[in-house]
């Protein structure tokens, strides 16, 4: 069993930046990879970035390129997010996620996902 509890949320201006924490506790150690995902009132769950679990693999949907960098500390089972040049449009809940390493799995689907955080609250006001 895992659990993960994000942290870091809260709320900024337009423009800003804000730096999401995601802790993992493991009952076992394994290699995982994790990803971020969002959702906002209304809308469904959305994939924000991904990372395996070396850190030398990241995808990131194409609504957060250039803005948000996805990193990690396996030393410290955390992960990151951070998040620059916010907009109102990321006001969303930020929910973190861990599944198995394997070989040519689709990160960017929430489906292959196996446990999840609570979320965190992220407003961006205008």
């Known amino acids: 069993q895992v659990q993960l509890v994000e942290s870091g949320g809260g709320l900024v201006q337009a423009g800003g930046s804000l730096r999401l924490s995601c802790a993992v506790s493991?009952?076992?150690?394994?290699?995982?990879?994790m990803g971020w995902f969002r959702q906002a009132p209304g809308k469904e769950r959305e994939f924000v970035a991904a990372i395996k679990w070396t850190g030398l693999s990241t995808t990131y949907a194409d609504s957060v390129k250039g803005r948000f960098i996805i990193s990690r500390d396996n030393a410290n089972n955390t992960l990151y997010l951070q998040m620059n040049n916010l907009n109102p449009d990321d006001t969303a809940i930020y929910y973190c996620a861990t599944c198995r390493d394997v070989r040519d799995r689709n990160l960017r689907s929430k489906s292959v996902y196996d446990y999840w955080g609570q979320g965190i609250q992220v407003t961006v006001s205008s």
């Open positions: 493991r009952r076992t150690s394994s290699y995982y990879d």
